[in-house]
């Protein structure tokens, strides 16, 4: 059967690769283009979804051979936790938009629902 906590590792290897070629972006081609205040706005994007596509990788990894309602949870906080955070900080870097920010904290608060169910998952061992 094929377990649905192998989407993770799919999901981390993309946001990976995006965050490489958004950070080769930013160096080459928006280092001209913006100011360096939103210039590190962007570089935060990239070094957050680049950390948790990390993450999510290794909760596939650590679920490829049982279904853990815990490490489903982290792996989807995770992912929401990517869109809203390094999402609306690109789009914000890019265009000034400054109520964008209002959405970052929950993205955020995504990311650290992430760490809390994975290390839920961690404390109560293999059941």
């Known amino acids: 059967m094929n377990n649905p906590l192998r989407q993770f590792v799919f999901l981390g290897a993309i946001n990976g690769f ?6 080769a972006f930013a160096a ?6 913006i100011s360096a205040g939103l210039l590190e706005v962007f570089y935060t994007g990239v070094e957050y979804q680049g950390m948790h596509a990390l993450a999510l990788v290794a909760v596939g990894l650590l679920g490829r051979d049982d279904y853990d309602r815990a490490l489903n949870l982290a792996g989807w906080a995770f992912a929401t936790g990517i869109l ?3 999402g609306s900080l690109y789009i914000l870097a890019l265009t000034d938009i400054r109520w ?3 959405v970052t904290p929950f993205g955020g608060s995504a990311f ?3 760490w809390g169910a994975l290390a839920w998952h961690a404390r109560r061992g293999r059941r």
């Open 18 to 23: 995006m965050a490489v070629a958004f950070g």
């Open 112 to 114: 650290l629902l992430g």
């Open 84 to 86: 809203l955070f390094s």
């Open 100 to 102: 964008l920010g209002a």
């Open 28 to 33: 080459h081609a928006l280092k001209d283009l």
